[in-house]
């Protein structure tokens, strides 16, 4: 091994050990391997006020007050005929020209589509500590997130991937995966990463559960310490299945993204969501941003735009109408064939830039593919209005923990884990 890559191993354990530390310097419920009890701690939840034992069940299996502004929109006429019986549509997966990710046309595009009602803004609910950290580093400076490249239900890939990013990063988004349908549930998902010294930052899609499943991982999220959800409504498992040639299960969509936003925000917790610039409508993309804003979201996650200049277009438009919003920037990698034909199935509809695929040509991809993901990424981080950028790499089989040592080095590169 090298000096200089001595010396990056270094600062990279120095910072998985005081991310470690930070976790275990509050009060917490231990979380770790049954043969290292207690490694890894996360914060605990904090002592809910008195309140009386009708109230307290609501808060535990009912709708909290503060989420019922977004979450009692009947689904009558609004977005009839939406596969995913969405209220407030449109999704990322309508295509170019217009239609559904699964075929037909999209309710919510084109003339008589369906319009969303209004959102009202839910009351303002104490974020809880871990929340608070999230908030308070986001507003310190611009983060680093990476998508940890899972493979599907395997508790030891899932902590080796998470070692392999802790103390680069600043947290691990854990996201919905079209390859691997079948995931660990949300708030283990986040107990194995924490124990490896990473921040977890737990998806939950509104196809897989319904509303009663959705509120029980909330508050299971919400009592391990975990500080930030990032809620999504899902494509349709007709997408990834029809292309395969195998049964879809059956897709619940009880809510949508927007519903699931405000239930999280109830929670105390740091909400995420998703929005596309490059889908269609794209001139309400910004709007249908600031109605997640209004449902309790705090940040969005911008996924991969056509080109530069709709990126910025959109990110200054949504500004306009939602100036409190976090704005994260999806930046892709493709570190192999498989890996580009994933992405391409992960982004119904987008087209990869022809320099996203440049590095497959390069004399050694690997290299080549983290030097343009570092350039895209800080390319992206210096548009004015972005917060921080989510690294992206998804993994042909096989390859998990190669991306995951690649986005770790792109991690660091940007300087991500720090203090």
Known sequence: MSPRARSIERRRLRRKRAAQDELAGTDAVPIGRPEEPGIGLLPA?????????GAQLEDQVGAAPAARAAVTAEPVAVGAGCPKHMVFGPCGGVQPDGSCEIGGACAFVGDGAAAAPAVEAPAPVSLRPAAEQVRLLMQRRQIIVADLPSAGPDVELERRLASALAGSVDAALLGDS???????????????????GLRPWPGLNCRDRNRVALEAELVALAATGVGAVHCVTGDHPLAGHAARGTQAPEAVFDLDSTQLASLAAARGLVVSVAESPSAPPVRDRPARAAAKARAGASIVYVNHAGNHDELVDFIARTRERSPDLRIVVCVPMVLSDGGARRLAEFLPGASLPASLLAPLDAPNPAAAAIAAAVDRASSCLAIDGVDGVDLSAPPAAGEELVVADALATVGRELDGGRA
């Open 45 to 53: 939840a904090e002592e809910p006020p008195a309140e009386a034992p």
């Open 178 to 196: 079209p390859w691997a349908r079948l995931q660990l549930p949300p708030s283990l998902r986040a107990s194995l990463v924490a124990v490896e």
